[in-house]
C-alpha cells in the first residue's frame, strides 16, 4: 500500500504519493521572473539551489490566490526542481488508489491532474500528479 501525502489545494483535499514527492518546505523569498508564465510565481533558493515556484492554482486554472502560500511540495521533473504551492499539509499515511470513475464530476484542470481517489475514514479523496502542474511537461505527455 503506498504512502500519499494529504494537502490542500485552494480548498480542496488531495493526497500526492510519497514517490513523487521529495520534501516538504517553507518557501522564502520568491524572485519573480520576467516573462513567464502566470503559473511560475518565481524562482526561490532551497539548500542552495535554485527551484521554480509553481502558483498551483494558476496552473489548475482556477483564479490566483492571495499570495500568502508559502508551504511547498518539492518535486523533480525531469531533473529540475519545482516548489509546487500548497494552502496546507496535513498528514502522510499508506492508502489504496482506486481509479477515478466516470461519475467523478471534476473540472478540467482537476481532471487533467487527477489520477485516482483514496479513502480516509470514509471521504473520497482526489489522488494527483504533481508533474501534470507544470503545463510545459504536461502539454509534452
Not at 110 to 133: H, K, S, T
Request: hydrophobic share 50%; net charge negative.
Amino acid at each position: 500500500m503506498p504512502l500519499f501525502l494529504i494537502a490542500q489545494i485552494a480548498g480542496r483535499t488531495v493526497a500526492i504519493e510519497s514517490s513523487q514527492v521529495e520534501s516538504v518546505v517553507d518557501i522564502g523569498a520568491i524572485i519573480p521572473v520576467p516573462r513567464s508564465e502566470r503559473h511560475v510565481r518565481g524562482l526561490a533558493a532551497l539548500r542552495s539551489r535554485v527551484v521554480t515556484v509553481i502558483e498551483t492554482r494558476v496552473a489548475l486554472g482556477l483564479p490566483e490566490g492571495d499570495g500568502t502560500a508559502m508551504r511547498a511540495v518539492i518535486t523533480i521533473v525531469d531533473g529540475h526542481h519545482y516548489a509546487m504551492l500548497v494552502d496546507a499539509l496535513e498528514d502522510v499515511a499508506a492508502f489504496d488508489l482506486s481509479p477515478l470513475s466516470a461519475g467523478v464530476a471534476l473540472d478540467s484542470g482537476w481532471l487533467r491532474v487527477g489520477r485516482g481517489i483514496i479513502e480516509r475514514d470514509g471521504e473520497p479523496i482526489l489522488a494527483i500528479e504533481l508533474n501534470a502542474l507544470i503545463p510545459s511537461v504536461a502539454a509534452a505527455a
